[in-house]
């Protein structure tokens, strides 16, 4: 069964013209597998603006009948602390390299939580790339507008190959 899949993956992307870019869900829940194009791989990577990043949240948010939210350097600090874990170990995820999960990561940094959750993601060349990722995994989404969120925090890292980890926290004290 696997072998088929890669051998209709594989027939599926030299079908695919060179500028699409494509997700393919993953085996495993809450993973996807995303084919770019040769001229998005080679894009370099953009500088987060968490203000901009902010911004393009509340837009979202807005659009979907959700409050809008406000950046927390608290919640930076905790993201930031999960993108450098990605990219150190060149693997996306939500455990941290203690162990820790995002409700923990948020009180290390002095955000007292009643929700803290995480979106995470990986390779894009920006953050509103990332964020189009979120928008469209129904678990990131759903975290995206969740109602009682009233603060968040971004933050990315690049691994040693420069590929960028991006880290969302949303949370509410």
């Known amino acids: 069964m696997l072998q088929r ?7 599926v992307l030299l079908a695919t013209p060179a500028a699409a870019g494509w997700t393919l869900p993953c085996l495993f ?8 194009s040769p001229e998005y791989a080679a894009k370099p990577v953009q500088k987060l603006d968490p203000e901009k990043a902010l911004a393009e949240i509340n837009a979202f ?7 809008p939210v406000v950046l927390d350097a608290r919640l930076s600090q ?5 993108s450098k874990a990605q990219a150190g170990r060149s693997r996306i995820g939500h455990d941290g390299s203690d162990g820790s999960k995002p409700m923990q990561r948020a009180e290390r940094a002095g955000f007292h939580a009643k929700l803290a959750s995480e979106n995470v993601a990986a390779g ?3 953050f509103s790339d990332a964020m189009r990722s979120w928008e469209g ?3 990131h989404r759903e975290n ?3 109602p009682e969120v009233t603060a968040i925090g971004v933050a990315m890292a690049k691994n040693e190959s420069g590929r960028a980890y991006w880290t969302l926290v949303l949370g509410a004290e």
């Open 5 to 11: 899949c890669i051998i209709i993956a594989t027939l």
């Open 29 to 36: 829940s809450g993973c996807s597998i995303t084919f770019v």
């Open 61 to 67: 948010r807005s659009k979907n009948g959700r409050t």
């Open 78 to 82: 905790a993201a930031a602390v999960q």
């Open 124 to 126: 894009q060349k920006s």
């Open 137 to 139: 995994s129904s678990g």
């Open 144 to 146: 995206l507008l969740r």
